[in-house]
């Protein structure tokens, strides 16, 4: 397939919806800050990620303007992942660093820790995984993730990614050096799992 992926993100209607069996990804909306700041303000969620626990409500409102600004100016999907039934938001995917000359892109995934372990987060990012090899024509998905956190792992290689090896020390996150695993998966070995 070939396209400039940036001119599809510019060509979409609006901000995609993908519905799933218990999420759905929708945009970002203002109400959803209280669902945000419990996200990103917890440290327990937060132990892997590559920024500390926000502190004050004000950054959950300066994430979200920042997921609608991203996807305006074409640079990112940042989704809300939300509870299929009660629209209520449990987390967040995201698709960024898109490369349009090497069609390729990266993905990032966070769920309340409330949501933990039922597959919610492997449902989500599938979503996600199935509409941008679709509908952008992406080549190559990547994920970079903190080698100690277990679930992930098991998510991406549940997914059907690859370890394709381990960076040492490449972020510095409150005052630790922590490794970086790099996972890529191709389109052509897609397939939406079953579970
Ligand atoms: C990573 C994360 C999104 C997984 O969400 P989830 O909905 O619990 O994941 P799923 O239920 O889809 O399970 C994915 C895999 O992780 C496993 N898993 C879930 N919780 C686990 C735990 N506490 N310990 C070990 N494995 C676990 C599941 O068994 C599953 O593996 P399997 O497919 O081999 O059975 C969630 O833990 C999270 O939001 N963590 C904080 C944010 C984060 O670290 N994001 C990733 C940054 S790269």
Known sequence: M??????RLAALPAFPTLTGARVRLREPRTDDVDGVFALFGDPTAMRYWS???????MQAEGRLEDMQAAFARGEALDWIIADRRSDRAMGTCTLFRFDARHRRAEVGYALGTAHWGKGLASEAVSLALDWSFRTLGLHRVEADIDPRNEPSRRLLLRLGFRSEGLMRERFFVGGEATDSELFGLLAQEWRRPVR
């Open 51 to 57: 920024s500390a626990p926000m502190r004050s409500r």
């Open 2 to 7: 070939s396209g400039d992926i940036h001119a």
